[in-house]
């Protein structure tokens, strides 16, 4: 970009509102994803995802049902005891 005016059309030209971005910490294996079925990110301690990132495939829909079937599901495994 060379000045303000080229940034803004650049800008606007690729807004994307209705974009829902998943699978960029991927689940799988050690080795092929980024986190457990837990959502415990590999190499770390203490860490976890449960959001539309660590779906392995984009869904066919919009992922926000399933996004909080992910956190329900990391919760009741994950924190038992604080999870009704």
């Not at 539309?52 to 909080?68: D, G, K, Q, R, Y």
């Amino acid at each position: 970009m060379t000045d303000d005016a080229a940034l803004q059309v650049a800008i606007v030209e690729q807004l994307d509102v209705y974009h829902h971005a998943t699978s960029t910490v991927a689940m799988g294996r050690d080795g092929d994803g980024v986190v457990d079925n837990l959502g415990r990110v590999y190499g770390t301690e203490a860490l976890m995802m449960a959001d539309a990132s660590i779906m392995p495939l984009a869904p066919s829909a919009p992922p926000n049902l399933t996004t909080m079937m992910i956190a329900e599901h990391v919760a009741r495994r994950a924190f038992p005891s604080l999870v009704g």
